[in-house]
């Protein structure tokens, strides 16, 4: 009975030979002797009981039965090389430089994960790169970017990190005095303190109008606006007015009563987040590691 090791110790010499055409160039590449890469063929035609070479003095060409075994021993090889890369860098421990880039409004909720991260594996240097400038990833040696929004650059790699929803708020004390809005509709007559996109323009307030249905801007009032999304909270605490802001912004304002939900019922989905790379960065150890602990506590709702 064929022995299953010889049968895959015969295999790389064979899809070296069959691809070089030359015994004496697989030998090189292998780094072995010419004589144990001809007798490793020989060893496996033996055991197939078929001959996969046909050998002249000037030239090695397959044999129908060869071209038909190479075809699946070459995805074979593949396979294995590829497992044993991936056993390889499981094992290189993060470190080295690593360049992120992240928009302000995401540093509260980032800045920690990142701390962690470096506390985690202490060979790693982060380099953190605050700003609402769109980078170009290749051009300023990014490794990875957090991105709010759906993606553009079909050139990159992305990762779904986290999925959000737009939520109203308003001080107990704003909502006394001007009574609470039981449809988005009524917030014309509100002041809704609005955020000033890095265009310049402000942005308007989305909702769902009825339970369910689809999201759509609509109109409301106002007279205070602010090119800082955190500011909003802070004026909303302060008693200027309603706010709108993305459910991963809420802080401890909300949880101790200073700020409540409105609308709740209307609310709309939120611009997902992604961690954007290069093709093939993803896969480099301290990258990798990053986007492991990202996609952990940050799983999409």
Excluded at 11 to 27: D, G, M, N, Y
Excluded at 255 to 273: I, K, M, Y
Aim: charged share 25%; hydrophobic share 45%; aromatic share 4%.
């Amino acid at each position: 009975m064929m022995n299953p090791m010889d049968l895959f110790a015969g295999i790389l010499p064979f899809v070296h030979v069959a691809q070089e055409r030359s015994f004496r160039r697989a030998a090189e590449r292998l780094g072995v002797s010419t004589a144990a890469v001809s007798k490793a063929v020989q060893k496996l035609e033996a055991d197939l009981g078929v001959r996969l070479l046909e050998r002249t003095s000037r030239q090695v060409a397959l044999t129908s039965e060869g071209e038909a075994f190479l075809e699946r021993a070459r995805e074979a090889v593949a396979q294995v090389h590829a497992a044993r890369e991936l056993v390889a860098q499981a094992q290189r421990a993060p470190r080295g430089p690593l360049t992120v880039t992240l928009p302000y409004i995401l540093g509260p909720l980032l800045l920690p994960r990142l701390a962690r991260l470096q506390a985690r594996h202490p060979g790693l240097t982060l380099h953190v790169r605050l700003g609402d400038r769109l980078s170009r990833l290749v051009d300023e040696q990014i490794d990875v970017a957090l991105r709010i929004g759906a993606l553009e650059d079909s050139s990159l790699v992305g990762q779904l990190l986290l999925r959000t929803r737009w939520v109203t708020l308003a001080a107990p004390a704003y909502l006394a005095r001007h009574g609470t809005p039981q449809h988005p509709d009524a917030l014309v007559d509100h002041q809704c303190l609005k955020f000033i996109l890095p265009r310049g323009m402000a942005r308007e307030w989305v909702f769902r109008r009825e339970p369910g249905g689809s999201a759509e801007t609509v109109r409301t009032g106002g007279t205070i606006d602010v090119d800082h999304g955190p500011a909003l909270l802070d004026l909303a605490a302060a008693g200027a007015g309603l706010c709108q802001v993305l459910d991963f912004m809420l802080d401890e304002r909300v949880r101790d009563g200073r700020l409540v939900e409105v609308l709740a019922d209307h609310a709309a989905e939120g611009p997902p987040v992604h961690a954007l790379c290069v093709p093939g960065r993803q896969s480099v150890p301290r990258v990798r590691a990053l986007l492991q602990l990202l996609v952990e506590e940050l799983r999409p709702r």
